[in-house]
């Protein structure tokens, strides 16, 4: 549901794994959009959730709708005994964030489609901090993806589920020259006023830093980071330090390996990152030719299938509104000045 701009990344893995995904149809409100989707990607299209339905059986339902309306559309999907992979956020605030997790406690099959801590590079610095080769990890920085997609990724690294935090922050505007956007590359020499975020979130043993600016993803002169801090090492980037033993510093690279470089005729895919002596991520899809991002929703989707067959949960909803909600407070804490204290809330679990 829904013909935006992310829908589009569901269709191009659908199209590239044909043997694993098949779109049964798109909701699409507007007849004009409905009619480009088909010529383009060559599937149905249906105005309303109810006549995709008298025509098609799904397993489950995409939503990737504005996050204005996504409560509704997600009720909607429930309403017809559906499960549903929503795209984030779940919903705009922590109203919305309630209601739905009430629709969890009443049985409904929500999971969310959080897919940056499933990216490769991501996916295997997370597995490389939760190993304890750097020992019990007490800090993380964290400068790779906005709001709550930046949270998940932090609290994945930290080991943090529903634990409180004391949130603080602030914003910094400067100019810088703009670069490529979802359309391409830049068509004109301009300037754009880019909002630096910074925040801290104070979880008592363990400290997470958020950093992130407005034109980071696409910028061709803004650097993503990731810093990661136990007591027995540090990860830093594609970096590893750490002890093993008290006189002995060791350090390893994490190591991309890809097919089709010079002298490669396998083909154009990655194949993982290894780090020493072993693999800290494989691509369960090679050869299809998947951009990283990618990579991590076509995760997201097969783990959506494992889930319907009695597998684990794929990114839960209390876990992707826990980390709207800390989102959510840490614009509290920026735009007031204040250092802001979370709660524990609906959704929420011991830590």
Known sequence: MGGGFR?????????????????????????????????????????????????????????????????????????????????????????????LYGLVQQGARIQVAEQYHLEPLLSAQIAIARSGLLGAVTQAYVSVAHDYHGISVLRR?????????????????SRLKAGPGRGGDPREDRWLAETHTTARLDFGDRLGVYDFSTDQYRSWVRTPELVVRGELGELRDDQVRYLQDYRTPMRQPITRVAAGGPGSHEGMFLRGLVSGDRWVYRNEFAPARLADDELSVATLLGRMVSYLDGGPEVYSLAEACQDQYLALTMRQAIDSGDTVRTEAQAWSVPG
């Open 157 to 173: 690294l930290l080991g943090v589920e529903f634990e409180d935090a004391s949130v603080s922050g602030a914003d910094f505007t």
């Open 7 to 99: 829908s589009g990344v569901f269709l191009r893995i659908a199209r590239e794994l044909p043997e694993l995904f098949d779109v049964s149809g798109m909701v699409t409100r507007r007849a004009e959009n409905g009619e480009q989707l088909e010529r383009e990607w060559g599937v149905a299209t249906f105005r309303s959730l109810d006549q995709l339905l008298e025509h098609r059986t799904p397993d489950f339902v995409v939503v990737s709708v504005a996050k204005d309306a996504s409560t509704g559309v997600i009720a909607e999907v429930v309403e017809r005994g559906l499960p549903v992979l929503a795209e984030t956020p779940p919903a705009p605030d922590v109203e919305g964030l309630v209601e």
